[in-house]
C-alpha cells in the first residue's frame, strides 16, 4: 500500500516518515500550551526528538498494517506541520470504521483549515480504504469542535462519562459518527 500524498487547496497531507520527527516535534512545542486542554497530560518525554522518531516509526508501521493513517497537513513549502488528522483503530472485516482525532496549530484556528484537512483525510478513508464508519467525539465544553463535526455531517450517537482522561481529568465526551454514503463492499 502507498503512503498518502493528498493536497487540499491549502494544505498537503501525507503520513510522516521518522526521520521528519523534527517537524512533529516544532509543531508540539510551538503548541503545547494551546492543545494542553484538550490532549492527555505530557510527561517531558514528549517533548523530545527521540519520542517523536520512535512515535513516527510505530506510525509507519500501522500505517502498513492497515490499522491507522495518521497524516499531518504541512503548510506550502513542506516544511511546516499546521495540524493533525488521525484515524486510528482501524478495523476491517464486519465493522469496517475506525476514530478520528484531529489538532490545529493555534496561528491557524478559525480559518476553516482543520475542516479541509479532515474532509481531505475522509476523502481518503472512505474512497480509497472504503470504511464505512468514521466515529469522533469531543468534550462538551469543546465548541469549535462540535461545530467542525456537525459541518462535516456527523451525527450524535451519545453521551460518555468519564470517557477519556485529558489533561489529567477523566472528562465526559459527545459521541459522533458519519457514514460513507457510497459504501460498496469489496
Same mark, same amino acid.
Given at each position: ?8 487547496? +491549502?494544505? %498537503?497531507?501525507?503520513?510522516? =516518515?521518522? /526521520? ?6 516544532? #509543531?508540539? !512545542? +510551538?503548541? %503545547?500550551?494551546?492543545?494542553? =486542554?484538550? /490532549? ?6 514528549? #517533548?523530545? !526528538? ?137
Amino acid at each position: 500500500m502507498a503512503l498518502p500524498h493528498l493536497t487540499t487547496a +491549502r494544505t %498537503r497531507l501525507t503520513v510522516l =516518515p521518522p /526521520e521528519r520527527a523534527d517537524l512533529m516535534l516544532d #509543531y508540539y !512545542l +510551538r503548541n %503545547r500550551q494551546h492543545l494542553a =486542554p484538550w /490532549e492527555p497530560r505530557r510527561d517531558p518525554e514528549f #517533548y523530545t !526528538l527521540a519520542c517523536w522518531f520512535t512515535r513516527l516509526r510505530e506510525s509507519y508501521a500501522q500505517f502498513f498494517a492497515g490499522q491507522a493513517v495518521n497524516l499531518v497537513a504541512l503548510d506550502g513549502s513542506g516544511e511546516r506541520v499546521i495540524a493533525t488528522c488521525n484515524f486510528t483503530n482501524i478495523v476491517h472485516g464486519m465493522f469496517q470504521a475506525c476514530h478520528l482525532g484531529y489538532s490545529i496549530d493555534e496561528a491557524h484556528q478559525g480559518q476553516g483549515l482543520m475542516q479541509e484537512v479532515v474532509q481531505g483525510g475522509i476523502g481518503y478513508l472512505f474512497d480509497e480504504l472504503g470504511l464505512h464508519r468514521i466515529m469522533a467525539s469531543h468534550m462538551p465544553a469543546n465548541l469549535r469542535s462540535a461545530a467542525l463535526l456537525a459541518r462535516l455531517g456527523f451525527e450524535r450517537e451519545g453521551y460518555a462519562r468519564d470517557y477519556l482522561m485529558i489533561n489529567g481529568r477523566w472528562e465526559d465526551h459527545v459521541l459522533t459518527a458519519l457514514l460513507n454514503p457510497d459504501w460498496r463492499a469489496s
